[in-house]
């Protein structure tokens, strides 16, 4: 059996030009850039649409299922800010995949990532909808009819304001990573700011009763809630796909990784927390627009509601726009490897982004959000996100035995224990996602592995001169990559 092939993280580098000016990328995030980037992927559906599912599952307990969910992913973020400092490359984790595990399981990760990233905006993109509909209603009193604001599946006939975000965050994508970078930020900011006024109405009628029963369901919803939980903290990697875009990555990445992190799991606590102390868990769990209507109980006017409405309106495009930036930036490593086909790495020499690959982005992922009902994908993008994980926790492992000379930047603390919790972690709620989940995504795999041997395999730019399962030269590489 032939030996994996492995790319070095040196010569991952080397490709890219991270060192320098990456693969006709430029240079424009600073710290503060990325970690509102990193904001703006995470804080949005999960929160203000997804709070009503995880407090279904949970009841007030859902505080302990933001908590453990946020453990989940503290754990990977130790791995990702490590690899995201040695390795700042675009490719995040499938790069960190090929440096530590193989081109074999890289292209399966970024298989997995296709999902998580495809159905992410794709369903952020539905809840962005809904949020229309409901500012709409607080502003004029009117809504959007019902065919042109849902897909067949929910009533509907096509989901317009769905395609229309997602082709509003494409055009800006295009024209270059500069005036993206400062849109995230600005959304970033005020999304925040809205969440800070929610908290202040919520706690001013905040009432300890509604917190009893504090676990209705017990751990068994508390589980089931960290896994519904867990969706609202997808998008945290996609900082990493900011290497070669980030003025100094090797320092602000793992900087803005753990910033995110500890940021972000303050506000879900605090947001759940107000509003089932305001309303009680029984008027939160499974309501639309939840958070607009706590405002409005609380108020007792629907001004308020609307202007929760519009924060989500903000904070759901601010998530779209960077979750579809590290698309488009992995597929461009992937390209780059010769695993997809080399559209996806031709970056336009105006605007220093990869203009084909987006446009194919969004028009790929317009169409499930306009047609198709998601509801029954999201826990397939759950176990795959987690699967993710769990490889680039095995990838820190991997890359100190292999690379033990490998600068970094930071390190992963309580080395082998914290990649080690991480993978039990993630192995623990991808079991709670249920055996149903479990086949469609051994089918998923399946799939991916299939495309890749039939594909990537026989495209890689590895295949080239250089032997099977040989850890190849940057000069090596380089002649491959002009003879592809």
């Not at 001013?204 to 676990?215: E, R, V």
């Not at 603390?413 to 914290?418: A, I």
Request: charged share 10%; hydrophobic share 55%.
């Amino acid at each position: 059996m032939p030996a994996p092939r492995i790319k070095s993280p040196a010569l991952l580098v080397a490709e890219s030009g991270a060192d320098r000016e990456g693969h006709g990328l430029q240079r424009t995030m600073g710290l503060f850039q990325l970690i509102c980037f990193g904001v703006g992927a995470i804080v949005g559906t999960g929160i203000f649409v997804g709070l009503s599912d995880s407090v279904a599952q949970a009841g007030p307990a859902v505080v302990v299922s933001f908590v453990l969910a946020a453990i989940t992913c503290v754990f990977t973020a130790f791995s990702f800010a490590e690899l995201g400092g040695a390795i700042p490359v675009s490719g995040s984790s499938y790069s960190f995949a090929y440096a530590g595990l193989g081109e074999g399981t890289a292209f399966l990760v970024g298989w997995c990532l296709l999902l998580e990233y495809g159905v992410s905006i794709s369903a952020v993109a539905v809840g962005w909808s809904q949020y229309v509909n409901e500012l709409l209603h607080g502003l004029t009193g009117l809504q959007l009819p019902a065919a042109l604001s849902a897909g067949p599946g929910d009533g509907g006939i096509v989901n317009l304001p769905a395609v229309i975000v997602i082709a509003m965050a494409s055009v800006l994508l295009v024209r270059g990573v500069r005036e993206s970078a400062r849109a995230t930020a600005a959304m970033a900011v005020l999304k925040l700011a809205i969440l800070a006024a929610f908290c202040a109405v919520g706690y001013s009628a905040f009432k300890d009763g509604n917190l009893t029963p504090f676990s209705p369901a017990g751990l068994g919803g508390i589980g089931a809630g960290t896994t519904a939980a867990f969706f609202s903290y997808i998008g945290f990697d996609a900082i990493t796909t900011a290497g070669e875009e980030a003025k100094n990555p090797r320092r602000d990445v793992p900087v803005a990784i753990m910033v995110c992190m500890g940021v972000v799991t303050l506000l879900y606590c605090a947001v759940a927390l107000a509003a089932i102390g305001a309303v009680g868990g029984d008027q939160v769990g499974g309501r639309p627009a939840a958070l607009s209507y706590v405002v409005d109980v609380v108020t007792g006017s629907g001004v308020g509601g609307g202007v929760i409405a519009f924060g989500a309106v903000v904070a759901i495009a601010s998530v779209v726009l960077a979750v579809m930036y590290g698309q488009t930036r992995i597929l461009m490593s992937m390209s780059r490897d010769g695993l997809v086909p080399r559209v996806f790495e031709k970056v336009s020499p105006r605007t220093a982004t990869p203009v084909a690959g987006t446009l194919i982005v969004a028009l790929v992922f317009a169409l499930p959000a306009a047609f198709a009902s998601l509801d029954a994908v999201v826990n397939l993008c759950t176990i795959g996100t987690l699967a993710v994980m769990a490889v680039v926790n095995i990838a820190v492992i991997a890359l100190r035995r292999r690379e033990p000379g490998l600068t970094r930047s930071f390190r992963v603390p309580l080395y082998p224990v914290v990649p080690l919790l991480g993978v039990a972690f993630c192995l623990y709620l991808m079991y709670e996602t249920g055996w149903t989940t479990w086949l469609q995504f051994a089918a998923f795999l399946a799939a991916g592995l299939l495309v890749y041997v039939g594909y990537g395999r026989r495209h890689s730019r590895l295949a080239g001169p250089a032997a099977d399962g040989a850890e190849v030269t940057p000069d090596a590489a380089g002649t491959a990559a002009r003879a592809v």
